[in-house]
């Protein structure tokens, strides 16, 4: 619904304007209603604007607007903010932005895209975000609307398009998220897996493949960041390798692991020890995973698991989990790293538990007796 205005001629104050009580400058509200509207008075007429909401503080934001006779202010198409939003957002990855693009299309699907951007009142966004559940829409995706939502009306904000997000007052909350334990191989599986690899004739690139899927699993590291090592970014006076996260383009280091350094070492010796280009000719081992999973009736493991499983086993070995956020190029010192994988090993819950019970066994430390408990010890005598 538009913003209305009322022309009443002076000294004639009837209708609407006469039950209107006034609650500031320029400021009334209605008492039954409790609605407010905003009042000015323009070449010796009373202007009556309603103001189409009931809070005060945004009643103020609204009647400033008003007053202020901003050329953007309450003005702009939902077409023209969603096209502003993906312009300001171009910038992002490929995958995300063919997500918004999906989301967009949805959204002036249901929207109107000729329709003012401060038409939209929460109760309609309530009501959309209601129809995608009802849909069948993952708990994920709908939060991927949310965020969405939340950035177009903010740029609008920006812009002096609306004066409140109506996002923000519809208050809803992000879907609840109940994600499953990640399937992480043995390393058992992990072996037999990386020998079917090897052997497959089939695979022109069988030997390449198993190194590839062996690297990912000793270095920790995704599939694109393997994919795009070379060999100077290999410091091995310092027992170091950079590598750049490929989604942020960020750069960390990780250590050389004890477990990493024979395989590092015997492709850089039948490389001639070169010191430049990529230590990897393929950019992929997925298919060659997927095959020998189902040639060893496995389940379908992916390249991510075997990186998990590098992450838990340094979990279940005690490596502080600030330095594995570090040599993940994490940034939230751990949380992700534990909220993931302690699910995982609490399902071994007997050796787990017994893990944990034998860090308390053990004698007391003298320096945790009690003093009183320490001079009776002393004042015993042999024989007594």
């Not at 992990?190 to 493949?209: G, H, Q, T, Y």
């Not at 751990?334 to 090993?345: D, E, M, N, P, R």
């Amino acid at each position: 619904m538009e913003h209305s205005e009322v022309v009443t001629p002076a000294g004639n104050p009837g209708g609407t304007w006469g039950k209107l009580k006034r609650v500031g400058q320029n400021l009334y509200r209605h008492p039954e209603s409790d609605e407010y509207y905003g009042r000015r008075k323009h070449q010796g007429r009373h202007i009556l604007h309603k103001l189409d909401t009931s809070d005060h503080k945004l009643a103020k934001l609204r009647l400033a607007a008003w007053l202020g006779k901003s050329a953007t202010t309450q003005k702009g198409t939902i077409l023209d903010a969603v096209t502003n939003l993906a312009a300001v957002r171009s910038g992002k990855s490929k995958s995300t932005t063919a997500t918004e693009a999906s989301i967009q299309k949805r959204f002036l699907l249901a929207f109107d895209g000729k329709r003012q951007i401060s038409s939209i009142r929460p109760g309609e966004l309530v009501r959309f975000m209601g129809m995608l559940e009802a849909e069948g829409l993952t708990p994920a995706t709908r939060n991927r609307y949310g965020l969405w939502l939340k950035a177009l009306f903010k740029l609008a904000i920006a812009e002096g398009r609306i004066d409140q997000s109506p996002w923000v007052l519809a208050q809803i909350r992000p879907a609840r998220i109940r994600r499953q334990p990640p399937r992480i191989p043995s390393e058992e599986q992990i072996m037999k897996i990386l020998a079917e690899v090897r052997a497959c004739k089939v695979n022109a690139e069988n030997k390449e493949s198993a190194d590839f899927l062996e690297f990912q699993w000793r270095a920790g590291l995704g599939q694109a960041e393997v994919a795009a090592l070379d060999w100077e970014h290999v410091d091995w006076p310092s027992n170091a390798i950079a590598v750049q996260r490929i989604k942020t383009k960020s750069w960390f280091r990780i250590p050389i692991y004890p477990n990493l350094r024979p395989l590092l070492l015997r492709r850089w010796e039948s490389a001639k020890r070169p010191t430049k280009g990529r230590i990897f000719r393929i950019l992929d081992a997925r298919h060659a995973l997927s095959a020998a999973c189902e040639r060893l009736a496995l389940p379908r493991f992916t390249q991510r698991n075997l990186r998990q499983h590098f992450l838990l086993e340094a979990v279940r070995r005690g490596v502080d989990v600030r330095l594995l956020a570090e040599w993940q190029n994490h940034k939230d010192g751990g949380k992700l790293i534990l909220s993931t994988y302690t699910q995982v090993i609490t399902e071994d819950q007997e050796r787990y538990r017994q893990s944990q019970i034998e860090k308390l066994s053990g004698p007391v430390a003298a320096a945790d007796r009690s003093p009183r408990a320490s001079s009776r010890a002393k004042s015993r005598r042999p024989g007594r």
